[in-house]
C-alpha cells in the first residue's frame, strides 16, 4: 500500500489559508451586519438560519477538499497481473564504466543534493533516465563495458527494474581496465539472440576510448547479429585528468598526469558502420539528448509479443467517490431551520 504521487499531499497546505479566509470573512459579515442591527437582536433576525447547519457544510467543503487532494496522489493497494501486447524494438543500453569515465569534464550537476563537477559516468547515467522516460514500449536490458563487458540486466519491458539498474552502476562492477568495444558487441549480440524476434538496437554511452584496436571487428560483429549501434559521446575533446576512486590522479611513467579526451572517431565509425547515428556535444556545451530521442522514437517497431505485467492496483476511486458524496450532501443541507406551523385562531 502507497501513494504513487505522495507529493500531492503537499497541497493540503492550501486548507489552512481557505480557513483564515473563512474565519474572516464570517467577522467581516458580522461587522456590517453591526452597522445596521445592534447585536442584541441578532438572534431574532437569525431565527430561521442554521449555524449548526452552516458548520456542517463548511466541514463538508473541507472533507472533500482532503479527500480530493488524497485522490490525487493516486494511492494504491495490491497489485495485479496485466497481460499486454508490446510493440518496440531489443533495446541494450550500453554504459562505459571503465576508468576513463571518472574524468570530471561534463560541467556540474546535482548529485546527493550537492551540486559538484560531475563524472563522465554520473553524467552518462543521467543521460539514460533521461532517454528511458522519453522512448517507451521497448524490451530494455542494460549492458555495462569496460575491458569485458556482462548483461547486468536481461531485456525487459520493467522499466522501473531497468532504471533501478542505472542508478546503480559504478566503477566497481568490472575489474578488466580499459574499453573492448568488441566484446560489448558480440555479448550484446548473444543476448538479442537469446531475446528472441525483434528489431536490434545498441545504444552506446561512452567517451569512446577504445584499448581493444578492434573496432572493424566489432563493426563485422554487430552486422553479423543484424544490430544497430546509436552511440553517445560525453566528456570533452580537451579532456580532463583520470582520477581513480581513491582520489588520486593516473600518472604515467614520468609522473605527468593522464589526460582522458573524448573519442568521437570511435564512436562514429561504430555508428556509421551499423547504419546507426552518432551524437556527439558541440565545444563548450553538453549532449542535447533530444536528437536521440526523436530517432529513436522514429524507429519501426515490431510486434514483440505479450508481456505479463505486475502493476499497482489504484485505489484512487474511492476518496474520489467520498469527496463527490461530501459536495452532493453539502448541496442539500438547507440553512434554514424548520418553523412550526402557527395555528390560526
Not at 571503465?98 to 548529485?111: E, F, K, P, Y
Not at 522516460?133 to 569496460?146: I, K, L, S
Not at 536528437?291 to 510486434?303: C, E, F, G, M, S
Request: glycine share 8%; net charge positive.
Amino acid at each position: 500500500m502507497g501513494f504513487i504521487h505522495p507529493e500531492m499531499f503537499w497541497a493540503l497546505a492550501a486548507i489552512v489559508p481557505i480557513l483564515i479566509a473563512w474565519s474572516f470573512a464570517k467577522r467581516w459579515r458580522q461587522r456590517r451586519l453591526g452597522q445596521f442591527v445592534v447585536p442584541e437582536n441578532w438572534s431574532d433576525l437569525a431565527a430561521t438560519v442554521s449555524s449548526r447547519a452552516r458548520f456542517h457544510k463548511g466541514a463538508l467543503v473541507i472533507l472533500a477538499l482532503v479527500l480530493s487532494v488524497v485522490a490525487a496522489a493516486r494511492p494504491w493497494y495490491g497489485t495485479r497481473e496485466k497481460e499486454l501486447r508490446q510493440r518496440g524494438v531489443n533495446l541494450i543500453v550500453a554504459v562505459d564504466i571503465s576508468l576513463s569515465m571518472a574524468a570530471r569534464d561534463v560541467g556540474s550537476m546535482n548529485v546527493n543534493g550537492k551540486t559538484e563537477m560531475a563524472t563522465r559516468l554520473t553524467y552518462a547515467s543521467s543521460l539514460v533516465r533521461q532517454i528511458l522516460v522519453e522512448v517507451p514500449g521497448h524490451r530494455v536490458g542494460v549492458m555495462p563495458f569496460a575491458g569485458e563487458a556482462f548483461l547486468q540486466c536481461p531485456l525487459t519491458s520493467d522499466y522501473g527494474v531497468v532504471m533501478d539498474v542505472v542508478n546503480d552502476l559504478g566503477f566497481d562492477l568490472l575489474d578488466a581496465p580499459g574499453s573492448d568495444f568488441r566484446d560489448l558487441v558480440k555479448k550484446a549480440g548473444e543476448a538479442f539472440k537469446r531475446s528472441g524476434d525483434g528489431r536490434r538496437v545498441l545504444l552506446i554511452v561512452s567517451d569512446g576510448e577504445d584499448h581493444s584496436e578492434k573496432i572493424r571487428e566489432a563493426i563485422a560483429a554487430a552486422k553479423e547479429y543484424d544490430m544497430q549501434i546509436y552511440a553517445l559521446g560525453v566528456g570533452s575533446r580537451d579532456g580532463a585528468p583520470l582520477v581513480r576512486p581513491d582520489g588520486t590522479y593516473v600518472e604515467d611513467e614520468q609522473g605527468i598526469k593522464v589526460i582522458s579526451k573524448l573519442g568521437d572517431g570511435v564512436l562514429r565509425e561504430l555508428a556509421n558502420g551499423t547504419g546507426g547515428k552518432a551524437y556527439v556535444a558541440p565545444v563548450g556545451s553538453r549532449l542535447d539528448p533530444g536528437p536521440v530521442i526523436n530517432d529513436l522514437n522514429t524507429i519501426a517497431r515490431d510486434d514483440l509479443g505479450k508481456d505479463k505485467r505486475v502493476v499497482r492496483q489504484e485505489r484512487y476511486q474511492w476518496p474520489l467517490a467520498l469527496a463527490l458524496l461530501c459536495l452532493a450532501l453539502e448541496a442539500v443541507i438547507g440553512e434554514r431551520r424548520r418553523q412550526p406551523a402557527r395555528k390560526v385562531s
